[in-house]
């Protein structure tokens, strides 16, 4: 039986069909299929079961049906096990660090390799979706080479190519995934397509050994803010997300308006001034008080942040390194003061998220918090406090893999490959302006139904259909075929 599974939208498949495909085809198969053997896994769950000698009208025909998702039928748990000398490497271009890494199947980190905008994001006081993309192009064959360098590996040595495809900006997108079809295209290697916030979720797998599926992830960065049940790889449900800003968007502009060095992102910034101001020294509302749901909201308390320095008659041009004494313990205590509000807005949503949870799904024991703004000690501290008092474990990756970073697209990758999610290699050459299978807003999981907004469903157009629900299409197409 034939079964090839490709990404819906994937080029792959029409680039494929072009080819004198189906030699090119068998003879990756074969390679693969001796790797994995060696890696104790039946061929019955690589793609290459499903791609057989059959003529390649047949091969396209399928391939229209095709949702997108490879799903194989190992246990999950047996899964784990196996790949423990599978190397993947990890790129990472979504928003404004150039990423790459080299990581092992047992969670062993190669190398890792990050270069970050920061001049650019201090120059326009935020991403710039051109000046970006140009950035990433400059250094992303520099960024890999040190990956691979630094690992003391060539790409012969490379089990696959992971590589983020969604959600984020897509020109930058663009840079990170045609280095990756380059690099899996000359050396004939399997490419992995990941979701950016899994990879925030997942990597807590990593760094936690004991963390096994069902658990809860809340996910802050500077564009996302949820709060996910996560079932199985791939499936997730829903449970908040917000309805205009994310956290990180907020302490951006906060660093923006108060002064500060944007060099380090805003986060950081805010997160060390707030050491010197008082925390209860301006009132600040705490959002979505009164909203019985796991919902976030950020924009009103940007506003309430710009207000309050607009009345102490703060000037984000001069520096807080050159202001008075008193204007600096003004511009601290709001830091302090928007700091504690917005972490108690994430505290209020975790508590009844994890009451939500655990009506769910009563064997969670973990939640992971990941995204750039669960570097902020703060934040740790108080999240740590509400978990544990509901009886679960927090599990926080160190603060350089909270940031966007390689490392975790690269287990992603792997995570997915040991279970043979993946779409065989690229053709070794394809023209400058190939259309991607790129997903810039793409949604993780299928929301909860008591967690909907109206708010937020006005903002669904041009979105792509979540990760959960392609595995899970997929997963039943995969049922009936059997
Ligand atoms: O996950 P991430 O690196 O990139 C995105 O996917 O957005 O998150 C970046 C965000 C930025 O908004 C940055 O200001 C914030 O994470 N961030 C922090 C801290 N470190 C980074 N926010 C608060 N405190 C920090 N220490
Ligand atoms: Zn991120």
């Known amino acids: 039986m034939v079964r090839l599974i490709l990404t819906r939208s994937s080029p792959v498949i029409f680039r494929l069909n072009n080819l004198p495909g189906i030699s090119y085809l068998a003879k990756f198969s074969s390679l693969r299929i001796q790797r994995l053997h060696k890696h104790k896994l039946s061929p019955k769950t690589s793609t290459f079961s499903l791609i057989s000698t059959s003529s390649s009208s047949n091969f396209q025909r399928k391939s229209l049906y095709c949702t997108g998702a490879r799903m194989c039928s190992l246990p999950e748990k047996e899964s784990l096990k196996f790949g423990d000398d599978l190397v993947v490497l990890g790129i990472e271009t979504s928003c404004d660090d150039t990423a790459a890494a080299v990581v092992r199947g047992n969670g062993e980190i190669l190398s890792q390799v990050i270069s970050s905008q920061a001049d650019l994001l201090a120059q326009y006081g935020g991403v ?42 897509s020109l930058c997108l663009r840079v990170g995934v045609r280095k990756a079809r380059r690099v899996a295209g000359s050396f004939n290697l399997p490419i992995v397509g990941v979701h950016h916030m899994e990879a925030h979720a ?30 199985k790889l791939g499936q997730y449900t829903q449970l908040g997300t917000t309805v205009d800003d994310a956290i990180g968007e907020a302490f951006d502009k906060t660093a923006k308006w108060l002064g500060l060095d944007l060099r380090r992102s805003g986060g950081p910034a805010v997160e060390e001034l707030a050491l010197e101001g008082d925390a209860n020294s301006v009132k600040f509302n705490v959002p979505m008080k009164f909203h019985k749901d796991c919902n976030f909201s950020y924009a009103g308390l940007k506003t309430q942040v710009k207000l309050a320095i607009e009345a102490k008659e703060i000037d984000a041009k001069c520096p807080v390194s050159s202001a008075t004494s008193e204007d600096r313990r003004n511009r601290a205590d709001i830091a302090a003061s928007f700091q504690r509000v917005a972490v108690l807005h994430l505290e209020e949503k975790c508590e009844r998220a ?19 703004v669960a570097s902020n000690q703060y934040v740790r ?71 909907r907004s109206d708010a937020r469903s006005l903002r669904t157009a041009r979105m792509h259909p979540s990760l959960t629900s392609i595995i899970r299409a997929d997963s039943l197409q995969q049922q009936t075929q059997t």
């Open 354 to 372: 994890i009451d939500w949870a655990l009506k769910l799904e009563p064997s969670i024991k973990h939640m992971v918090v990941s995204g750039g």
């Open 381 to 451: 501290v108080r999240l740590n406090n509400i978990i544990e008092n509901k009886n679960l474990k927090l599990v926080c990756p160190p603060p350089s893999l909270c940031t966007d970073n390689g490392v975790m697209v690269a287990w992603t990758g792997l995570e997915h490959f040991r279970v043979g999610r993946y779409d065989p290699p690229p053709p070794e050459t394809e023209p400058d302006d190939y259309m991607y299978d790129l997903r810039p807003r793409w949604p993780l999981g299928e929301e909860y139904a008591e967690g």
């Open 202 to 231: 997942l990597v807590g797998r990593l760094v936690e050994q004991d963390l096994s599926f069902p658990f809860m992830a809340l996910l802050i960065s500077g564009g996302h803010n949820i709060i996910v049940l996560a079932h």
């Open 128 to 169: 710039a979706p051109k000046q970006a993309e140009e950035a990433h192009a400059r250094v992303i064959d520099k960024v890999v080479q040190d990956a691979l360098d630094r690992a003391n590996l060539t790409e012969k040595d490379l089990s696959a190519v992971a590589v983020t495809i969604g959600p984020g900006l």
